[in-house]
């Protein structure tokens, strides 16, 4: 897809897809592996200048990259988080109203060498990732996935296995739908789950 294609998915499909999963004007968001950015882009857009979206990923010329473009179109609300890709996460209890884990769940814990997987992720990598964001999120806060590639660089084969593993944490199913996302600068329809953060009802933020 070219740069105006992008630009015209973000404007339309795009920023459907993010108000429908609860990214309001206001709200606090995390793009977790953020990429180049193009969720956490619209997401910066919705929010407005009284939100806020961290934008967090492992590569530091991506997020220079990212920061510096945005700068350029006048939104001064992202906010980079370098990471080594591991928790804890650099953020505050009870701080993130919405988590964008897009096409990333399966990469915690897998690695490779020459082409070829050496470790696939595995339930107790991802656990660790989900208590940091059940940590980090707020009450009733919204955790949404897309997680394609399961059979391939995991050790389960279903999104029912994964819903599964975020059930177990303490969240609790609250929708989920098709929709038409960006995935590798292609256009696909991808099953999005939406979760909601149960566990925290009775904490306060910090």
Not at 30 to 50: H, K, M, S, W
Not at 127 to 143: N, P, Q
């Amino acid at each position: 897809m070219t740069k105006a294609e992008i630009a015209s998915w973000q404007g339309n499909e795009g920023k459907q897809l993010l108000e429908r999963v609860g990214v309001a004007d206001g709200k606090v968001v995390l793009d977790f592996g953020c990429r180049e950015g193009n969720y956490a882009r619209i997401a910066a857009q919705i929010v407005g200048p009284t939100g806020m979206v961290y934008a967090m990923d492992k590569d530091r010329g991506i997020l220079d990259a990212l920061i510096r473009s945005v700068r350029e179109d006048g939104l001064g609300n992202m906010v980079r988080v370098d990471t080594p890709g591991n928790v804890p996460l650099p953020l505050r209890d009870a701080s993130v109203d919405v988590v964008l884990l897009y096409d990333v769940l399966h990469l915690i814990g897998w690695s490779s060498e020459s082409g070829k997987t050496i470790r696939r992720s595995t339930a107790s990598d991802r656990r660790a990732v989900l208590k940091e964001l059940l940590r980090i999120s707020k009450a009733e806060g919204i955790i949404s996935i897309y997680c394609p590639h399961l059979a391939t660089h995991t050790d389960v084969d279903s999104e029912q296995d994964i819903a599964e593993e975020l059930e177990g944490e303490g969240f609790a199913l609250r929708d989920r739908f098709y929709a038409t996302l960006l995935h590798d600068s292609n256009l696909v329809r991808g099953h999005i789950m939406n979760f909601t953060n149960r566990a925290g009802a009775n904490r306060r933020p910090c």
